[in-house]
């Protein structure tokens, strides 16, 4: 449920075949800061399309392909690297499609607040990157997920997000949403090895495999080349589908622990859990506990 504003901070707007899970009002965790909102959203909203009424900083916790469409221009397909983050300003009608599932929070700014905010770009930019969000994000997450206090953490991390974005906008370390990314990798492989990675993660599967499903390319370049391009090595990909896919099925599933860890290609349940609290800060048992909670 979102927090209530005199202006929404976004308007959904129609999809073609969309579903529920693709409105960003349907998100299960969303919390108030000074200037707008903050919410986070699972990995399984992969289409939406929403009309901007504040500014819009996103960060991304997963990599993947990103369609976007911005204000009605042409359809831009770009390689985002894990935790970049990405700038939307007011007034933008912005159409986003994630080739795969890509876990994300953002964060709102009410334009009426703009004597407070830092100057903001005026049009569209993405991943960038920044330690300090990145941490401040995923400790956020962890508060969402165990249940625990997040006010303090939505307040710091919307700090922290603008000196991000003002010192990325000063210095020029960003790119635009509209222009093709550099890429060791490019975007048909990238697809080809996310692909076999989904179909395969739960079996035991090593670089060589993946590099020789994108084909024509050795494991050790397929590796730096992955690396580069994405923000994180094939392995701690693999490990990352892993998680995922173990979150869903013990927030939708009775499967036991144990079970859910044997299905998704972990050894054990005890490397599952130690796996959990290394990426998330939570163990699969605060996992199931949150997804009951959310659901009531």
Same mark, same amino acid.
């Given at each position: 449920?979102?927090?209530?504003?005199?202006?929404?901070?976004?308007?959904?707007?129609?999809?073609?075949?969309?579903?529920?899970?693709?409105?960003?009002?349907?998100?299960?965790?969303?919390?108030? #800061?000074?200037?707008?909102?903050?919410?986070?959203?699972?990995?399984?909203?992969?289409?939406?399309?929403?009309?901007?009424? #504040? #500014?819009?900083?996103? %960060?991304?916790?997963?990599?993947?392909?990103?369609?976007?469409? %911005?204000?009605?221009?042409?359809?831009?397909?770009?390689?985002?690297?894990?935790?970049?983050?990405?700038?939307?300003?007011?007034?933008?009608?912005?159409?986003?499609?994630?080739?795969?599932? %890509?876990?994300?929070?953002?964060?709102?700014?009410?334009?009426?607040?703009?004597?407070?905010?830092?100057?903001?770009?005026?049009?569209?930019?993405?991943?960038?990157?920044? @330690?300090?969000?990145?941490?401040?994000?995923?400790?956020?997450?962890?508060?969402?997920?165990?249940?625990?206090?997040?006010?303090?953490?939505?307040?710091?991390?919307?700090?922290?997000?603008?000196?991000?974005?003002?010192?990325?906008?000063?210095?020029?370390?960003? +790119?635009?949403?509209?222009?093709?990314?550099?890429?060791?990798?490019?975007?048909?492989?990238?697809?080809?090895?996310? @692909?076999?990675?989904?179909? #395969?993660?739960?079996?035991? %599967?090593?670089?060589?495999?993946?590099?020789?499903?994108?084909?024509?390319?050795?494991?050790?370049?397929?590796?730096?080349?992955?690396?580069?391009?994405?923000?994180?090595?094939?392995?701690?990909?693999?490990?990352?589908? +892993?998680?995922? +896919?173990?979150?869903?099925?013990?927030?939708?599933?009775? @499967?036991?622990?144990?079970?859910?860890?044997?299905?998704?290609?972990?050894?054990?349940?005890?490397?599952?859990?130690?796996?959990?609290?290394?990426?998330?800060?939570?163990?699969?048992?605060?996992?199931?506990?949150?997804?009951?909670?959310?659901?009531?």
């Amino acid at each position: 449920m979102l927090v209530n504003f005199d202006t929404p901070p976004f308007i959904d707007l129609p999809l073609d075949g969309g579903s529920a899970d693709s409105r960003l009002t349907g998100v299960p965790w969303s919390v108030a #800061h000074e200037y707008g909102v903050v919410l986070y959203c699972p990995a399984k909203f992969r289409h939406a399309h929403v009309r901007m009424n #504040h #500014h819009l900083i996103g %960060i991304e916790l997963d990599p993947g392909i990103v369609s976007l469409r %911005i204000d009605g221009r042409p359809e831009v397909s770009t390689i985002q690297k894990s935790r970049g983050f990405y700038f939307v300003p007011a007034g933008s009608s912005i159409e986003v499609r994630k080739e795969t599932p %890509i876990e994300y929070i953002l964060l709102t700014f009410d334009p009426r607040f703009a004597n407070f905010l830092p100057p903001l770009p005026d049009h569209v930019l993405d991943n960038v990157a920044d @330690s300090a969000f990145t941490a401040t994000a995923l400790a956020l997450r962890r508060q969402f997920l165990i249940g625990g206090s997040v006010l303090q953490l939505a307040a710091e991390l919307a700090r922290v997000s603008l000196a991000a974005l003002s010192q990325a906008y000063r210095t020029g370390a960003y +790119r635009n949403a509209l222009t093709q990314p550099d890429c060791w990798l490019n975007a048909t492989r990238i697809r080809r090895a996310l @692909s076999f990675i989904d179909e #395969h993660h739960s079996s035991k %599967i090593t670089v060589e495999d993946i590099a020789y499903a994108v084909g024509n390319i050795s494991a050790s370049h397929f590796a730096y080349a992955f690396e580069s391009t994405l923000g994180q090595s094939p392995h701690q990909y693999v490990l990352e589908q +892993r998680v995922r +896919r173990a979150r869903e099925m013990l927030a939708h599933g009775s @499967s036991s622990i144990a079970d859910v860890a044997y299905a998704v290609g972990f050894s054990s349940q005890a490397h599952m859990t130690s796996i959990f609290t290394r990426r998330l800060g939570v163990t699969p048992a605060q996992i199931r506990t949150s997804a009951a909670r959310v659901s009531e």
